[in-house]
């Protein structure tokens, strides 16, 4: 730890001056190509909707925290997500009405279940950081649980990515093919909800999403492969995160809005270019 | 089990028994029985809602079912996990997905992601796959960009590596035009009598079936007719279903 930090001092940066503006550029360059990798798989199964359903729904997660004592409500917001995460699935699967209306209920009742919660135990003020987020109040413990996040996402994606490709591609296809199709499915749920409670202190649960699904949006407007479209994506990412830190530094405002908004740019750009080209 | 012999000839027999399928309060198949012989393309008729989809989730081990599917090699053993190689009816994916032919092709072939690159070996591999049925040249196109002709091919081309035991075309031939379709089947014959495969076929095209079945089932919830085309074509079922006499069928071909 001590060696990057020397090493982000030694650069010619009046940012990295500051110990939490060196934890909070680590921070983005873990967190942006985390959600770069799912958010490239996110957009392929138009699921858009659904992880802002999952960003919603921390709310729930930081109340039952909150009801169940614990100090940190990480693991409340853990669980949670990944319940909901599992249930939309599974109502989704049944059928019965259309998807995005089975996620939108869900999302509602999720956010509001938590307001309701948040307000009732003592005053939801204290709680309303989670909207925005802020990285700069990363630690350096936090930084090694999104390390090992990212790690452990990096090592499930080069197993689980051809299962996934073809099970978005065509479902019986794949189940012919020997893919068990409904775990591969939940295990990716359960990657996105992981990557989004373990961010969405230091990004926000109205930004969160935006992370996810911005860079793959503008990878897509310009790859042609499975391998372009993963590396731009994530290339887009870091440059979202350093140009966004940076530029939140120099003007004094919210480093995840401007990460996000750099991304925004890049799409517009990447939408042009790939427009030119047909 | 030899898996030698196994590979040059097929499985020689699927055996369906009292196979039923309930959806809810609805039964979607009742008690079909039917035997599938390699070196053979049956097809599979019926109007919308007999249960012919069903019926092949049910072999796809896709769709819970009550009764037997017993999978046969020619030496007789019961094959346990036989290998089924699915074209599906429609591929309603994503279509601006950055995806290629062979990326696509390596995924279901397994292994590391596809993101993390294809080494010499896994490309010249696919690109011999797509060659066999020649669409060598698609290799690099975008699989959303494909024509409904080249999807089914390289459909065909990763149905049939590895050498399936049985082949599942489920109505392979929408947004096919005629040329297309004739290679299609052309190849789908060869595979047929090289491979010494099962085919089955699910499809509404009776001028084709009359063309290229060596056997046809008419499913209406259960079996109701089978037989040669000619003798299924005929039959006073067929007539009930379809609605019009065996002399028009002449029509399609």
């Excluded at chain 2, 290629?100 to 390596?106: G, I, K, P, W």
Aim: glycine fraction near 10%.
């Amino acid at each position: 730890m001590e060696m990057i930090y020397g090493f982000l001092e030694s650069l010619p940066f009046s940012m990295f001056h500051y110990d939490f503006m060196k934890n909070a550029f680590l921070a983005s360059i873990l967190i942006t190509p985390l959600f770069a990798l799912l958010g490239t798989m996110a957009v392929n199964n138009k699921m858009a909707f659904f992880s802002d359903a999952l960003g919603h729904s921390a709310f729930t997660g930081i109340g039952l925290g909150v009801l169940l004592g614990l100090n940190d409500p990480l693991f409340a917001m853990l669980a949670f997500g990944i319940f909901l995460g599992l249930v939309i699935t599974r109502v989704k699967a049944a059928n019965m009405v259309s998807s995005d209306t089975v996620i939108s209920v869900f999302s509602s009742a999720a956010l509001a279940l938590g307001i309701v919660i948040l307000s009732a135990s003592g005053g939801f003020a204290k709680y309303s950081a989670y909207l925005i987020g802020d990285i700069l109040t990363v630690g350096q413990k936090d930084l090694l649980v999104i390390a090992g996040v990212l790690l452990v996402a990096y090592v499930l994606w080069a197993v689980l990515y051809n299962p996934l490709l073809l099970v978005s591609v065509n479902r019986s296809l794949a189940a012919s093919r020997g893919v068990r199709v409904l775990l591969v499915e939940n295990i990716f749920v359960m990657m996105v909800a992981v990557a989004v409670m373990v961010s969405i202190r230091w990004v926000g649960i109205l930004l969160i999403n935006s992370l996810l699904i911005l860079p793959a949006a503008a990878a897509r407007n310009i790859a042609g492969g499975a391998g372009s479209y993963h590396w731009t994506a994530t290339v887009f990412a870091l440059i979202s995160s350093l140009v966004g830190l940076t530029v939140s530094y120099i003007w004094n405002t919210s480093a995840g809005a401007t990460m996000v908004l750099t991304a925004a740019v890049l799409f517009f750009l990447t939408y042009a270019i790939g427009r030119l080209r047909k | 089990m030899n898996t030698g012999i196994h590979n040059s000839c097929g499985l020689c027999r699927i055996d369906m028994q009292h196979i039923t399928v309930t959806s809810g309060e609805d039964t979607l198949l009742e008690d079909v029985n039917l035997t599938f012989h390699c070196g053979e393309l049956t097809a599979l008729i019926g109007r919308n809602g007999a249960g012919k989809t069903t019926l092949l989730k049910a072999l796809l081990g896709e769709r819970q079912y009550k009764g037997r599917i017993h999978f046969t090699d020619h030496n007789g053993t019961e094959v346990p996990v036989p290998k089924i190689g699915y074209v599906p009816q429609q591929m309603d994916f994503d279509k601006s997905m950055p995806v290629t032919v062979s990326d696509f092709m390596a995924a279901a072939k397994g292994g590391y992601g596809v993101w993390l690159g294809k080494n010499r070996k896994r490309k010249q591999e696919i690109q011999h796959m797509l060659e066999e049925m020649d669409c060598g040249y698609l290799a690099h196109r975008r699989l959303g960009a494909l024509s409904g002709g080249e999807l089914q091919r390289v459909l065909l081309a990763l149905a049939t590596d590895p050498v399936p035991d049985l082949l599942v075309l489920d109505e392979p031939v929408s947004g096919v035009d005629l040329a297309g379709l004739d290679l299609f089947y052309k190849r789908v014959t060869e595979l047929r009598d090289k491979q010494h495969m099962a085919v089955l076929l699910v499809s509404h095209d009776l001028g084709l079936i009359q063309k290229y079945a060596d056997r046809v089932v008419l499913l209406d919830k259960t079996v109701v007719a089978q037989g040669e085309a000619e003798t299924v074509f005929a039959a006073k079922e067929f007539r009930e279903t379809f609605g019009f006499a065996p002399g028009e069928v002449a029509v399609w071909k």
